[in-house]
Structures are given as structure tokens and as C-alpha cells.
């Protein structure tokens, strides 16, 4: 049987990607991105809530420097990787894990000056109202 560990996600950066270089001269480029999805309650129809989730994304490369380059926090962008899984042990001991994505392919959404808009504020991106966004 075959396997498959592919990953598109839609969503907004959490913050601004840092940007480093191994010794190899390799870019490694990390930020976070947030995807949400809105659902009735069902124990209150008239209730739409929010369930955010939280990723971090790596990306490697001449495709890492770009996202430095051009993406900042508030940004939307698409996301096509593949999970990672990392382990490690801290200095107390303690065994410690996470899944991250690593991405293949990053498609910057909207314009370069597009960020979430400001709360409060009566601002459309993409045609949705500050309430369709994020909270960041």
C-alpha cells in the first residue's frame, strides 16, 4: 500500500519570517500561519463560532528568501508541503515533539501591501469583512 503525506493550507502569517542560513549557506525561512473555520453550535444554531489553528511552516531555500522578502505578518498566503515530525530531549530531560510543515510551494496571495485590516476598522480584503479574518 502506498502512502501519502501532502498538506494545502490557506491562512494569514502569525508573524513576520525570520530567516537564517545554515553553515552550508543553505535559507531556512520560518513563520506561523493561522487557518480557521467557522461552524454552528449545535446546541445553539443561531451561535457561529470560530475554530482557529495554529501551524509553523518552514521553508527552504531561494523560495524561503522570497518569503522574507515579500511576506509579513497579516499576509494570506497557500501553503503546499508535507508534515515533519521533530523530537528532542530539553537540558531538564524532558522529551519534547512537534509537528511542523515543510513546505514545497507557497503562493502569495493578494497584493504586497495586503495585510489583515486593522480592527474596528470598516476595511474589505478579498471582498470579506474584518470579521471573516483571523484575529491577530
Known sequence: MSNLNKVILIGR???DPELRYLASGVAICKFGLATSRKYRD???ENNLKEEVCFV???VWGKQGENCQEYLAKGRQVC???RLTYSSWETDEGQ???KLEIT???VMFLGSKDETSPKEGSGEKVNGESPADDVPF
Open 79 to 81: 501553503v503546499e508541503g
Open 13 to 15: 502569517l502569525t508573524r
Open 103 to 105: 513546505a514545497e510551494k
Open 42 to 44: 449545535k446546541s445553539d
Open 56 to 58: 509553523d511552516i518552514s
Open 95 to 97: 522529551k519534547r515533539s
